[in-house]
């Protein structure tokens, strides 16, 4: 029987004869690439895989924007209204930005729009604590004014973040700004409601904000048919 302690120790011992000699400025011609390879390797610490980066977590992305002022929003803010809900929601709301009324409370959708959403997510079956609720920008503009590029350029990245964190399988966004920046369009919000849109393996449903309704009562039905699409593709078991 051989003896495989004695074994090793004679190819590790070849082993570094050959590398010796290659050192020393030697050929070896006699073996092939991959025995020298094999041979010249032996003994050596093998190679670490690469470290594989944690998915980020709500409350990791939270830290990480941490007291922000990566744009000229945060000089007139109250609080930074993050997003919420469930971490592990199937459907996303995405607004805009916060108003008075959510700068104050540091929470998304709590004034009269965001009563208007919460009568939206009932309608379809679902409570507002099933879902996940957030905007495009973190904190409110001034006057409730629609996010500049500069603003929606500083807050997107977490908001995808946040996306990609909570996992859903639809994403609901409010109003044009919500629309454009999820589907990386100019498109207008008429010509891209009332259909998906497909975003990396995303479902993605445009329809009108609940502030734009309030001063439109006329497009509720607009939204409501946006919202039958949305029930027919949602699995509520």
């Not at 690439?33 to 690469?50: F, H, K, N, Y």
């Not at 007291?67 to 709301?93: M, N, W, Y």
């Not at 259909?195 to 445009?206: A, E, I, K, S, T």
């Amino acid at each position: 029987m051989v003896d495989r302690g004695a074994l090793l120790e004679l190819i590790d011992e070849s082993a570094r004869s050959l590398r010796h000699l290659a050192q020393a400025g030697a050929r070896i011609r006699s073996l092939a690439p991959e025995a020298r390879a094999v041979l010249e390797g032996w003994g050596r610490e093998p190679p670490r895989p690469a470290a594989v980066a944690a998915p980020s977590t709500l409350a990791a992305i939270r830290e990480d924007i941490g007291e922000c002022t990566r744009c000229k929003l945060s000089r007139s803010r109250t609080h930074i209204v993050f997003g919420q809900g469930d971490p592990r929601a199937r459907l996303v709301f995405i607004g805009e930005g916060p108003g008075q009324d959510e700068d104050l409370a540091g929470e998304p959708f709590v004034g009269a729009a965001g009563q208007l959403l919460t009568k939206i997510v009932e309608a379809i079956r679902l409570r507002r604590e099933d879902v996940y609720i957030a905007n495009v920008v973190k904190c409110r503009p001034p006057g409730n004014r629609l996010p500049e590029a500069d603003e929606i350029a500083a807050c997107e990245p977490f908001l995808r973040r946040q996306i990609a964190a909570i996992r859903p399988l639809f994403v609901c966004t409010l109003g044009a700004c919500a629309t454009q920046t999820l589907l990386r369009t100019n498109a207008p919000i008429s010509r891209l409601r009332g259909r998906f849109h497909d975003v990396d393996g995303l479902q993605v449903l445009p329809t009108f904000h609940p502030a734009y309704l309030l001063r439109n009562p006329e497009q509720k039905r607009a939204v409501w048919d946006d919202m039958k699409l949305l029930m027919k593709a949602y699995p509520y078991a």
